[in-house]
């Protein structure tokens, strides 16, 4: 059972903005860990969106952001194309388990 | 270019052992934590354990469903980390991804099917 806490689904229609929660405690998204963000497309490996809460990697569109308040991070796509149809993992470190943690994960679809 | 690539896949019946391995090329692999993340068919990912650098004492960390049964091991002298699997149940069927942690986990291997079925 995963400690980070996603909704299952969230869509909208090409163009709008949609956001993705990633729900933590105080001993990993509040005890100040960074979160990461996966884009997992169908039948491929994830591949990182948001790194350090916000940050950006090379290629990735300026579309994707990410934010992190208390115990809890949300990634938001703005813009939202086809191509962005795919599955959403956020990720961090908890200390009580000692290990890293990934989030329940979220499909987002594209009207 | 950065790149990972798992082998050692296959189908094994439950209380058997399986190696994995992962080739790590295009990055100074003894400075890196590398990982493993598996992912059972359908479901979402799943963090198996890791491996520091050996400037770090090498230490290993491993998650909870896996742990006392799954060994990481690294040769910094072929760029190459390494899972060892014993007691495997049907509940490890799953693909397995090799990952390095920087800047998030970055990047992935293509991944490899480990089925545990009789």
């Known amino acids: 059972q995963s400690v980070l806490t996603q909704p299952p689904s969230v869509s909208g229609a090409p163009g709008q903005r949609v956001t993705i929660s990633c729900t933590g405690s105080s001993s990993n998204i509040g005890a100040r860990h960074d979160v990461h963000w996966y884009q997992q497309l169908p039948g491929t490996a994830p591949k990182v969106v948001i790194y350090?809460?916000?940050n950006r990697p090379s290629g990735v569109p300026d579309r994707f952001s990410g934010s992190k308040s208390g115990t809890s991070a949300s990634l938001a796509i703005t813009g939202l194309q086809a191509e962005d149809e795919a599955d959403y993992y956020c990720?961090?470190?908890?200390?009580?388990?000692?290990?890293?943690?990934f989030g329940t994960g979220t499909k987002v679809a594209v009207l | 270019e950065v790149q990972l690539v798992e082998s050692g896949g296959a189908k094994i019946n439950p209380g058997g052992s399986l190696r994995l391995s992962c080739a790590a090329s295009g990055f100074a692999f003894g400075n890196f934590w590398m990982n493993w993340v598996r992912q059972a068919p359908g479901k979402g990912l799943e963090w198996v354990g890791r491996i520091g650098p050996k400037v770090r004492g090498g230490t290993s960390d491993y998650a909870a469903p896996v742990k006392d049964r799954f060994t990481i091991s690294r040769d910094d002298s072929k760029n190459m980390v390494f899972l060892q699997m014993n007691s495997l149940k049907t509940e490890d069927t799953a693909v397995y991804y090799c990952?390095?942690?920087?800047?998030?986990?970055?990047?992935w291997g293509q991944g490899t099917l480990v089925t545990v079925s009789s």
């Open positions: 350090s809460d916000r």
């Open positions: 990720q961090s470190f908890d200390d009580r388990l000692s290990g890293h943690v």
């Open positions: 990952t390095r942690a920087a800047f998030g986990f970055d990047p």
